[in-house]
């Protein structure tokens, strides 16, 4: 089992930049791929970006790419999503998550464990 904690969430203007951090522990981190995920009031989780174990493959979700990337630094056993010219339509709940496997995806059902998530809020 991995445990995940995000932090770096908080409330900025649209135009922003945050970056998210997400630490693991209980397996080797290494090993798996992780993801980022988010909710907004009233709607479906969703995919944000993945990122393979090793860090040279990840997939960035189309209402983001451009504007959010991901990156791990495997000796600190952290991942982080960096976020750029944030809009108000980002403003969700940001979830990280260790997949099952090494390899980036961008399903849901890869993924076995999960943060508790952190709040982003962007104002306009």
């Known amino acids: 089992q991995v445990q995940l904690a995000e932090s770096g969430g908080g409330l900025v203007q649209a135009g922003g930049s945050l970056r998210l951090s997400c630490a693991a522990s209980?397996?080797?981190?290494?090993?798996?791929?992780m993801g980022w995920f988010r909710q907004a009031p009233g709607k479906e989780r969703e995919f944000v970006a993945s990122?393979?174990?090793?860090?040279?493959?990840?997939h960035i979700a189309a209402s983001v790419k451009g504007r959010f990337t991901t990156s791990r630094d495997n000796a600190k056993n952290t991942v982080y999503l960096q976020m750029n010219s944030l809009k108000p339509e980002d403003t969700a709940v940001y979830y990280c998550?260790?997949?099952?496997?090494?390899?980036?995806?961008?399903?849901?059902?890869?993924?076995?464990?999960w943060g508790q998530g952190t709040q982003v809020t962007v104002s306009s």
């Open positions: 998550a260790a997949g099952r496997s090494s390899s980036a995806s961008v399903r849901t059902d890869s993924f076995g464990s």
């Open positions: 209980g397996r080797t981190f290494s090993n798996y791929a």
């Open positions: 990122i393979s174990s090793t860090g040279d493959i990840s």
